[in-house]
């Protein structure tokens, strides 16, 4: 579940980037470093931002048969009003519960993705697709992930919630933008391996936000609410899953 963390962050992020050609061959010099990258339980992660496409790839450590996860999201594909089910279905085959304002913020896109796990030798184990939701205000970005069946695992270092009888799992985290050369600090390494911080690699310049992570499975559909820079607390992340959940 960490890695997905992590993906989402990075797309949420992506949103707020224009990248520049300096930027995306920062960014590309970094991926090619084999050992660039290191996050909790993660082994490697990269991304690449272009202009019209996102691709991610996350491995993580001793995870069943898939040991890996690798998702993208095209842009251009972007629904940029609010989709009706009949768009939902025909873009990923399920038409999750979403709202078009969650806590105050605005509903600016509805992004798809599709995404594959892999054994350790590469191979293909499961694919699967998502439908991420993604609220606006002022500069804080708000997103509503969903995917089709139950992807909720690892939970031991999260707290358990009740939202209207269905469980949830909900943590915070500092998460770290850093440039892909960044190399981490003795203090940031101990606080990666406590679980108090994850460091995303491939912006132009450092900076720090408090993420809130909220994730539940209802109704055939696991949905998780990520707030990174927006201030929100452990309620307010409930009763936005209450909203949610509550949408129909």
């Not at 963390?5 to 590309?28: F, M, V």
């Not at 997103?143 to 999260?158: F, H, K, M, V």
């Not at 720090?208 to 539940?216: A, R």
């Amino acid at each position: 579940m960490k890695e997905d963390i992590i993906k989402e962050a990075l797309r949420a992020k992506a949103l707020q980037i224009n990248p520049t050609d300096s930027i995306k061959e920062r960014i590309c010099k970094g991926i090619e470093k084999k050992e660039a990258v290191k996050m909790i339980n993660i082994k490697k992660t990269a991304v690449c931002i272009c202009a019209a496409a996102l691709a991610l790839t996350t491995v993580a450590l001793g995870a069943g048969k898939a040991v890996s996860s690798s998702a993208h999201s095209d842009r251009r594909e972007a629904i940029t009003h609010i989709p009706t089910e009949k768009e939902l279905m025909d873009s990923v085959g399920y038409a999750p519960k979403f709202t078009e304002e969650l806590g105050g913020y605005k509903f600016i896109s509805a992004q798809p993705t599709q995404g594959q796990d892999e054994d350790k030798d590469g191979n293909v184990v499961s694919e699967y697709k998502e439908m991420n939701f993604f609220y606006k205000q002022d500069d804080g970005i708000l997103s509503l992930g969903t995917r089709n069946g139950e992807n909720i695992n690892d939970t031991q270092q999260y707290e358990t919630v009740n939202v209207d009888g269905v469980k949830a799992y909900y943590t915070s985290f500092t998460y770290m933008s850093v440039p892909p050369d960044y190399k981490p600090t003795a203090e940031e390494k101990a606080a990666e391996e406590a679980g108090e911080l994850q460091i995303g690699y491939g912006s132009d310049k450092i900076s720090k936000e408090t993420t809130n992570f909220i994730i539940w499975y209802d109704d055939g559909i696991t949905y998780h609410i990520m707030d990174m820079g927006c201030g929100f607390t452990k309620e307010d992340m409930t009763k936005m899953a209450h909203e949610v959940i509550n949408s129909r």
